[in-house]
Structures are given as C-alpha cells and as structure tokens.
C-alpha cells in the first residue's frame, strides 16, 4: 500500500472532481504551481538562429544549388515540387531531411467546421492541389507536408476567421525523441507572420520548465513560390537547434502556435550521420524480453535509414553487468528476473570523419497492482455518488488500473452502511451520514494473475454541522394590527454562517400563555390582532432536516402595545415654476414617540410635478415647466419598515400663475432714414407674488439701432430686472437710429426662469430722404460734320432744401460718337461707350458743370441722354432727372466759292468740313493755264489765295484714312474778291 494521497473538498453543490487547466497564448497556468514554462527564446535572421551557407534543392530530377541567402529566383518548372536535399552550414558540415514522419495530433477545434470558411485553412500542394480543412484528406496532406522538404507544400492559414491569433495550430508527434543535436527548419510564406514553437513530452503534454522557442524572422529567402498560391509570395526559411527547448526531459512531439496566420512548415533535419535515444518502457523484470528494441531503426546515414554494415559502432558506456544486452545486430535483450530500475547504455555511430552517439535506456518495472490512498472531505452530511474513483490514482504494471483489468473488493468499512464503494470504484454517500472520518479499505487485484494485490484505504471526513439559535427581540409590537413580526431563522448560524434554505425546520416550544399565534417551520413568526398588552418571551426550536437529532433552541422577546397612528391632509402653495419643500409630516401624530422617516411613501403621485424625498422626511415639489393650477398626492406612513400598521393623507396644492402684461409702443411709426424714434417697453406684473430675475432682451431689426436707453443695458440689448413686485409695472425706454429702408418690427423677449413670452410693437417705416436734383445737357448748337470734334456740356442742380449725397450721372454715348475727354470736379470712369461719374455732395441751391468731348464719326442724326441717379436713402423728386440732345452731323464737304475780300468773317478760306476725321490730306491748287499757284502734303484749311487774282481755280484733293486708303477728288472753286 502506498500513501500517494488523493485530497477533495466537496461542499453542498460540489459533486465532480475539477481540474482547470488556463491556456492564454501558449502560457499555461496551474492553479496554485508555478508558471509551466521556461523562458522565451527569439530566433530571427540574426538572433539564435544555425547560419546557412549553401542550400541545395532536386527540382524535377535537376540540381539546383544557391549560394547566397538573397537574390534568388523562382526556378522552373513552377508546379513541381522543390526539395531540399542538403544544407551546408557556416562550419562546413552537411545536414539532410530525417526520414522520420511525425503525426499529427490534438487539433485546433476551428479545423474541420463549418462555421468558417472552406479556404480559411488549407493545405497547400506543388502540384497545384489546394486540400481544404473540410476535406477528410487533410491531415494525411498535413504529414506529407511536415515530413517532406518539399518548398512548395506547406499548410496555409488565411485571414480571419481560421485558427484564432495565439491558439495552437497542431502539435507533431515523434515516435523516438526528437534529438537536440538535430536542426528545425522552418519555412514560411514571405516570412511575414510570427509562429511559436513549444516542446510536448511523451505523453503529449507541453514539458514543464522547456522553453518556448518564438520564431520573428528569417535568413534565407529562397524565392521560390507557388503556382497559384499568392505567387508573389516567395518562401523564407530560417534554421534553428531543438537544443533551444533547453528540456530536461526527452522531446517526443512539437505544438505549432498560430500568432498571427502562419503559412509554411517545419522539418526536422539531422546531420550526416544521425544516432537517435532509444527507449524501451515498461519492461517486465520476471519475464524479461528478447529484442525489446533495436538502436539502429532510428539511426539515420545521409538522410535515409542506416544499414549497420555502413558504419562503425562504439559502447561508450554499457549497461550494467546482470541487467541489459546489446547484440552485435542492434537488438538489446533483458534477462528474465532482472531487478526494476532504469538502465542505460551510451554508444557511438562513426562513418568516415562524420560520428554522433546517443543513449538507449531501459526502463524495468515489476508488474503488479499499485493501490494508493485517497482523502475525501465533506462539509455536511448530504447524499453525494461518487465523491471520489478509488481506481484514479492506482496502477497496474504501471499503467493507470481500469476496472476492466482488476479485480475491486471492500475490505473493510466503519462507516455503519453510510459510505459504499461501487463496482467502478467510486464511492457514494448516504444522507444522513453523522459528523465524523471513517475510513474504507479495498483491495486490487491483476484480473489476470489475481494473486498480485494491493490494498490502500479511502478516508472520508464529514463535518460536523453545529446549529445555532440566536435570541431574537423585536421590540414594540402594536397588537392592533396582525401578520408577520420576523424571520427567527434571520439571525441563525449553521457553523458560523447563515443557514442555507431548507436545511433546517422550525417548532415553537413555548408560547408564553398567548393563542393564536403561530411559528412556521420556515421560521416566520405571526401574531393575531387584539392580544393584550404586555412583554412576553417564547421558546422555539431549530432541527437539521438531514440529521433530526441535531437540534438548538433559542428565545423571541418582543412588548405589545396598543400604537396609535394618524396621517393627515395638508394644502400648500407655490408659485410657478418655483420648487417649495413641503414638511407634510409636521402635521402627523403617533403616540409612541417620533414617526419613522424611512417610512414615508407616495402612494400616488402628483400629476403635474414631480416628488424628490429628503433625508429629513420632507418632500421636494418641483412643478411641471410652466404649470399653474391644481395639484395633489397622497402618500402613506407607517408604524415601522414592515409596513403592517399604516395611515394615508392627501396634500393639495396650489400653483399661482405668472401674470405678466407686456407692452412696446414706439412714438412714431414713420421717420425719414438716420431720423429717431423712441420705443417704452412696459411690463406689468398682475401676479399674486413678486417676480424675480426677470431677463429682457430687445430684438433690434436690421434697420433700427440703439442709441441709448434708460436704465442701461447690462450686456448688449439686454436687461436684467432683479424684481417687479406684484401689482407694479416697470418701464425701459430706448431710443433708436433708422439705418435702414421699409417697415421695421421691434420685439423683445422675456424670461423668468422657465417661463417666455414676446412682445412685438407696430411696424415702424423708414423712408428715403427727400432731394431734387436735375440735369441739363447740351451740344451748344454747334454745327457738325462729319469727323467734327465737339462739346457737350451737362449742368447738374440740387433745387431742394438738403444736401444731396453720392449723386451719380451716367451718360451712354450713341453710336456714330467717340469718347475724347471730361473736365469737371469729378473723376470718370468709362466702360465701352458708357461714361458714369460721382458727385459726393451737392449743397442746396448748387450747380456742378461737367464737360464731355467727343467726335462725330457717322453722319446723320446723333440723340444723347444723361441720367442722374441717388441712393435708396434717398428720394429724388426732381421732375428733370435725365436730359437729351440732338444734333445732325453733315457729310464731308468740299465749298465752291471761298470770299477772302469781304470783311464779313464767312468763307474766308478754302474750308472743306470734315478733313479731321482723316489721317492725312493733301491739297494742291491749279490756274487755267495748269500752273500750281499751292500745294500742300498736310492741308489745315488755311488757304485763303493770297497773292492771286479773283477768278476761277481748280483743286486736287487726295485724302488718306486710319487704314491707309486714299481717295482724290477733283473740281473748280471761284475766288471773290
């Protein structure tokens, strides 16, 4: 019998065995043990990582060799697969892919459902095979994948949802330990998505104290993608030592944590010559065995299986003489009768320069039943089935012992029939079990040689249940009232703390000579009405349902006397919107002392307000935003919390209106622009109370400004009048500046807290100011040809009484005239043939002259129009406000007769009408008998035939316009004289 001892606690709702296991991103957690793993160890393209130096791949029956870790490219054919069939490291050495397959187990639940995508987890091929999670084949494609050095296969988990980011994705199992003088190589897809690693042991388990190996980088980009698979995405591959675990104990297996959707693989390389641990378990020292393993079926040459006749074998250490014995063909055999215990051997495998050694290890048991006490503890004595599995912690031949391979018998039991070991080996409990331990022995047996035993004992502690009555004293109880005074169980203790529902019934025992009242056995204590005055004390008593003889009593004390209770009316009133506490207690009478606050409660509440209950027992009414009127509540108080003995009331209330009478008269309703205008705004307070706070605040138009007003205002067009007592009026008064034309309203606003109103005086009209300004133009008669410059002149008068302001005038020259210059007090601006000029001021009675010249280029009749315009704040009532022209201009004229001798002023020389308008003229004058008597190249109109005889001459005339034609005209002119 052995004392490795099993320990549960069971309380009442505690009927399994639990234990929790906390997983969070790879970090496991016992309860109250230490953390399971070691430290974290960062392998990366420069950290802890085995450098490559040359990786050689068969593609296709073709070597390719790249010597260089970067700059590599996609070989070709792009769907076959690429295999790596050497690595030469930094120190020259060769290592090759195991041929050892790994399987996969324990997982990820996300593999194989439905509630993600079919693409979600894949296996991706060389061959362009694409194997969803779904698909049966799956795992099968999954161990080709790890157990070939196959680039172009490799798993492929895709964005969410898959294997959520930190779970495990699978773990990979050995069938011999995973040798720490062997190489991981891991490859990923564009080596982007960290992946940790972390080492199982042989029951698959995550090794206590390893390291967990978390892999964010890469040394080799091999650039070689798939077909289909994200092309663009070439594989990186990065070499590490399993020595990195750093276990202690043999590695048999790898879990593949998914940080954050990994696509790659991991294989497990080894060196030329590979010499792998051998173990043999569990071998029975009577019988012994022969061949119970061979050391070179792991054993590896150049990346394939070992033939023995290819290498050189050493013993470094042998077994222990009497114990183990290794045959020349690799097998070792045990001798029957050989003691337990673990045996080692250590030898060496040498093949040319290359050697490696590993350990074989034995372990020798003695078969035979193994039974190892349990302890079980109960806190009360409730039925309980199976509390605990004798068979849990006990063995046979080593292995966990099933009740189907041994024979299970109770020994011994003191526990009077209350405790019973069933035939799986559990152990049920009885209710009713009284405090105590007991103790049961059974026995194990081999099923099949039954004369190999063991016995160990299971110990069942039970609790004692310690039941406590606590007094109880209810104080004053009015005896005109019936029902519930308490809960005697309210008080009591079942082992210190409150009892649990149904655990316990309740008897009365003594009822101190009153009838009527009653005990229930749930522990509610009720009295009658009308039992007499005075203090008593009964008796009553507690009893463990489970256990009727575990019993406790205790004492009710409590006086009754005859309480008298009165809640009555009130009435009470406010103002709107003005909250008022209300003390509707003041008024109430109990006869026992003070009333009791807490008991307070609105039965009904108010329909146009609301209620806040105060701490003192008096009430907050707040009325509705803007309510007046009525109101009312009723509301209850009793003689203690438990609301048995109680009195209603009604409370009234009164809410008074705002009466507020607001007027704003102006004392003009039409004024001319920048004239005044005074406004009274009146408000009247025909409330029964006095207003406080009263906020004003003038609604100013566009075209009204405030100049001053009497009182100031605070802020702006705003006042604020602290009160208008009740019956009074208050009066603002405010005089305003028109800035703007048309009718203009004038409001203002009113607040007193929550209440509003507005008030809007009649439309006042602001109109333009008055002038008369006229305009007079003129061409002063003057007789036009064609080509002609000329004047107009535009005379501009204010006739009024007021000065006129930014007066503007606008001339629109006809066709046939071009614009030359102005002259006046004012500065033109002309736009095409329209000329506009500002006169800022024109006094009254004053007259402006502005000049326009200009050349007549068309001939016929030319109308022209001035217009004089003023602002919209002003009103022109002049009757003349535009003025018109009219003048002809004659074509180009030649005359047939000039008269220098006559004094007269007329005709004096050869004058032809119109020559300005050319750019250039010439003229020359001949005799009758052909003689030039004048020429001139830039005729200015000027001869006048100085120096000749009156008579008759002739003329040649050539003239030149702005676009360089000439014209010539010939004819006879008489000279007078």
């Known amino acids: 019998m052995k004392k490795l001892v099993l320990i549960k606690n069971h309380s009442l709702h505690d009927f399994s065995y639990l234990r929790m296991v906390f997983s969070v991103l790879g ?136 294997i959520p980011r930190g779970d495990p994705f699978v773990d990979l199992i050995y069938r011999d330990p995973v040798v720490t003088s062997g190489y991981l190589l891991y490859t990923e897809r564009d080596g982007n ?105 792991n054993d590896e040459l150049n990346g394939a299986p070992l033939n023995p006749i290819d290498i050189q074998l050493t013993i470094l250490e042998d077994f222990p003489a009497g114990t183990a014995t290794l045959n020349p063909d690799g097998t070792v055999d045990v001798p029957p009768n050989t003691p337990p215990g673990v045996y080692t051997l250590r030898y060496q495998l040498t093949a040319g320069q290359d050697s490696d ?62 405790i019973q070991l069933t035939d799986d080996g559990s152990i049920d409990i009885d209710e009713g079990v009284p405090a105590g331990e007991y103790l049961l022995v059974y026995q194990i047996c081999d099923a099949v040689d039954p004369a190999k035993c063991d016995q160990a004992t299971a110990t069942i502690r039970v609790a004692p249940t310690l039941l406590s009555a606590v007094d109880d004293d209810y104080g004053d109880v009015n005896l005109n009232r019936a029902g519930p005074v308490g809960n005697v169980l309210d008080n009591d203790l079942l082992n210190g703390e409150a009892i649990p529902e149904g655990r316990v019934q309740v008897s009365l025992l003594d009822a101190d000579g009153l009838s009527g009242l009653t005990l229930s056995a749930d522990g509610e204590l009720s009295l009658p009405a009308g039992l007499p005055n005075g203090s008593y004390e009964l008796e009553y008593e507690i009893q463990e349902v489970i256990n009727p003889g575990n019993t406790d009593q205790g004492i009710i004390r409590f006086t009754l006397l005859d309480i008298q209770l009165e809640a009555n009316d009130d009435a009470f009133t406010t103002n709107q919107n003005q909250a008022i506490v209300l003390d509707v207690l003041a008024n109430d009478f109990i006869n026992t002392g003070e009333l009791l606050v807490e008991t307070l409660e609105i039965l009904e509440g108010p329909e146009n307000g609301t209620l806040d209950q105060n701490a003192d027992g008096t009430l907050t009414y707040t009325p509705g935003s803007n309510f007046s ?82 009182p100031e205002a605070q802020e702006g067009t705003m006042w604020l009048l602290e009160t208008i007592p009740a019956g009074t009026s208050t009066e603002i008064d405010l005089l305003l500046m028109g800035i703007g034309l048309g009718p203009q309203v004038n409001s203002a606003s009113i607040e007193i807290g929550a209440y509003m109103d ?92 502005y000049t326009i010249r200009v050349q007549a280029t068309q001939v016929g009749s030319i109308t022209n129009t001035v217009r004089v315009q003023v602002p919209e704040d002003q009103e022109n009532t002049s009757t003349q406000q535009e003025d018109t022209d009219t003048n002809q201009v004659n074509p180009f004229f030649i005359p047939n007769v000039i008269t220098p001798g006559n004094a007269d002023g007329k005709n004096d020389t050869f004058e032809i009408r119109g020559i300005e308008r050319f750019a250039q003229s010439s003229l020359t004058i001949l005799n009758r008998n052909g003689d030039h008597v004048y020429v001139s190249d830039d005729y200015q109109n000027d001869w006048a035939a100085d120096g000749l005889n009156a008579g008759s001459y002739f003329y040649v005339v050539v003239i030149t316009d702005r676009a360089g034609e000439s014209q010539t005209y010939r004819g006879w002119v008489q000279v007078v004289k």
């Open 27 to 162: 970090v496991i957690f016992f309860l109250g043990t230490a953390p399971l793993y070691g430290q974290v160890v960062t392998v990366n393209g420069t950290e802890n990582l085995i450098r490559m130096e040359q990786v050689t791949y068969l593609i296709d029956g073709q070597e390719l060799v790249q010597n260089a870790p970067e700059g590599n490219q996609n070989p070709s054919p792009e769907d076959v697969p690429v295999i790596v069939s050497g690595i030469r490291l930094e120190d020259g050495r060769v290592i090759f892919a195991t041929t050892r397959r790994p399987s996969v187990a324990n997982p990820n639940a996300a593999i194989g459902s439905n509630e993600i995508r079919p693409s979600a987890i894949q296996i991706v091929r060389s061959t362009n095979v694409i194997i969803s999670h779904r698909d049966p084949a799956f795992f099968d494609n999954l161990e080709e994948v790890v157990s070939t050095p196959d680039i172009r296969s490799y798993w492929d988990i895709n964005s969410q949802p898959s």
């Open 357 to 418: 050694d590993a350990e074989v290890r034995i372990e020798v048991i003695e078969y035979k039943p193994e039974a190892f006490d349990d302890a079980v503890e109960l806190a009360d004595s409730f039925s309980r089935d199976s509390v605990v599995n004798v068979l849990e912690n006990d063995l046979l031949n080593g292995l966990p012992a099933l009740i189907e391979n041994v024979n299970l018998t109770t020994i011994s039991n003191n526990s009077a029939g209350f």
């Open 193 to 297: 998505s960290p992946t940790d690693f972390i080492a199982l042991g042989r029951d698959g388990e995550p090794i206590e104290g390893a390291n967990v190996i978390e892999v964010r980088g890469f040394q080799w980009q091999t650039g070689i993608n798939h077909v289909s698979n994200e092309p663009s995405q070439a594989q990186e591959m990065v070499l590490f030592s399993p020595a990195l675990f750093a276990s202690e104990e043999p590695i048999f297996g790898i879990r593949i944590v998914a940080v954050n959707e990994p696509d790659g693989k991991l294989v497990f390389f080894v060196n030329a010559i590979s010499a792998t641990p051998d173990l043999a378990e569990r071998v029975n020292s009577e019988l012994g065995g022969e061949a119970v393993l061979n050391i070179f079926d």
């Open 629 to 710: 009127g009525a109101d009312s509540f009723t509301y209850e108080i009793c003689e203690n919390t438990d609301r048995q003995f109680c009195d209603q009331a009604l409370v009234s209330l009164t809410v008074r209106p705002i009466l507020l009478e607001v007027s704003k008269v102006p004392n003009l309703t039409t004024l001319p622009i920048g004239g005044l205008v005074s406004y009274t705004l009146t408000l009247t307070n025909n409330s029964a109370f006095d207003l406080a706070d009263v906020q004003v605040e003038d609604m100013l138009p566009d075209g009204l400004m405030l100049l001053s007003s009497d």
């Open 758 to 849: 507005m008030v809007q005086a009649v439309p006042v009209t602001i109109l333009a100011r008055p002038v008369d300004i006229s305009v007079e133009k003129t061409s002063l008669g003057a007789s036009l040809y064609e080509g002609n410059e000329f004047d107009y002149e535009i005379r501009v008068t204010n006739n009024g009484t007021s000065t006129g302001e930014n007066i503007t005038l606008v001339d629109e020259l006809p066709t046939g005239l071009v614009y030359l210059d102005f002259t006046g007090d004012a500065e033109a601006l002309v736009s095409g043939n329209t000329v506009t000029w500002t006169i800022p001021t024109l006094g009254a009675g004053v007259s402006q002259v």
